[in-house]
């Protein structure tokens, strides 16, 4: 599956931004994130019909993940962002994650390339 992430950029403090993935049907599909120094940091993960998500602690209450299988599409939807969440974004996939390991990026085999995502005011 090729994946495709845009939507990034720069946003000011408690606006909101919607990056989008671009991912064929039938995947678990996750955000991550990374910033400079840091290591990559799990967002978000959708299941496959997207009837269940589920999110980090940091974003939880601030973002959302969806999708929409009809328009092959996974949406992070950014509310009240924070400086500290200024990162590369990623969308990553594969066939079957376990829940309990679903935060090591190492369970999925494929991946976007990055959208940057920048909060300042």
């Known amino acids: 599956v090729q994946l495709q992430a845009s939507g990034g950029g720069s946003v000011q403090p408690g606006g909101s931004l919607r990056l989008s993935c671009a991912a064929s049907g039938g995947y678990v599909v996750a955000w991550f994130r990374q910033s400079p120094g840091k290591e990559r940091e799990f967002v978000s993960l959708?299941?496959?019909?997207?009837?269940?998500?589920w999110h980090a602690y940091s974003v939880k209450g601030r973002f959302t993940i969806s999708r929409d299988n009809a328009k092959n599409t996974v949406y992070l939807q950014m509310n009240a962002p924070k400086p500290e969440d200024t990162a590369i974004y990623y969308c990553a996939a594969s066939r079957v994650v376990q829940i309990e390991k679903k935060d090591h990026p190492a369970v999925y085999h494929f991946w976007g390339q990055g959208t940057l995502v920048t909060v300042s005011s």
């Open positions: 959708i299941n496959r019909d997207g009837d269940s998500a």
